[in-house]
């Protein structure tokens, strides 16, 4: 069984500063860890995964995430907020033989000018 | 860039009402999946194929129903529509074989039943 929990249904930043959105996971077996990104009235975009390779992974529009086993964490960073950064986030996981993926309730980011 | 394709966007409808709602893909996935999606919860899994002829329930049970004739089309059908089903729905679809395999999702269907 796997799940995923994300600390905060909504963050608030200012542009320019630090983006952290959190994401712990719970896994039976080795977990891919997968962060997406919805735009309002849109489908999910894939921003980042975790395949087991290296712990710290980079992805589009400067958004990176390091797994941490030890933590079961997988958080979401980007070091300077862009307005256009503004949408809502969703961790999810998979690690079962079924392909299936288990989502978190997602993170609302709101960037202020 | 994913090549997924849902219609309608949006509906609006009467109770009582036969719905179908289409997904399409153009990348020859074999995976394709239907999620149900609320505001402020997460995305919950109402059904999934692995291939032509098979279609499964997922982690949320629904009163929908699938069919997977072709890999490229996947349509959920709700024979009677009611309040409860207002909802958004997602279609997304996956590559063969390697658990790591991200899912690409259409642009979703927002759902209103009257």
């Known amino acids: 069984a796997q799940s995923v929990t994300q600390l905060g249904s909504h963050v608030s930043v200012s542009e320019g500063a630090l983006v952290l959105l959190r994401c712990n996971y719970s896994s039976s077996v080795p977990p891919y860890l997968f962060w997406y990104v919805q735009y309002p009235n849109q489908g999910l975009q894939l921003l980042l995964k975790?395949?087991?390779?290296?712990?710290l992974v980079k992805g589009i529009n400067g958004f990176e995430a390091e797994f941490k086993k030890s933590e079961t964490s997988f958080h979401l960073t980007k070091p300077s907020a862009h307005m256009s950064d503004a949408a809502e986030y969703f961790c999810?996981?998979?690690?079962?033989?079924?392909?299936?993926?288990?989502f978190g309730k997602g993170t609302l980011l709101t960037v202020n000018p | 860039e994913a090549d997924i394709y849902q219609t309608p966007r949006y509906l609006v409808i009467g109770t009582g009402k036969k719905i179908t709602l289409e997904c399409s893909q153009t990348m020859g996935h074999d995976k394709m999946y239907w999620y149900q999606q609320d505001p402020g919860m997460e995305l919950h899994l109402i059904h999934y194929?692995?291939?032509?002829?098979?279609?499964e329930k997922g982690d949320l049970s629904s009163e929908s129903t699938v069919s997977r004739i072709r890999t490229e089309h996947f349509p959920l059908t709700l024979e009677s529509a009611r309040p409860s089903h207002t909802s958004q729905y997602l279609c997304a679809s996956s590559e063969e074989g390697f658990l790591g395999d991200e899912q690409y999702f259409g642009p979703g269907t927002r759902l209103t039943v009257t």
């Open positions: 975790y395949t087991s390779a290296a712990t």
């Open positions: 999810a996981v998979s690690g079962s033989s079924n392909y299936k993926l288990t």
């Open positions: 194929s692995y291939g032509v002829n098979s279609t």
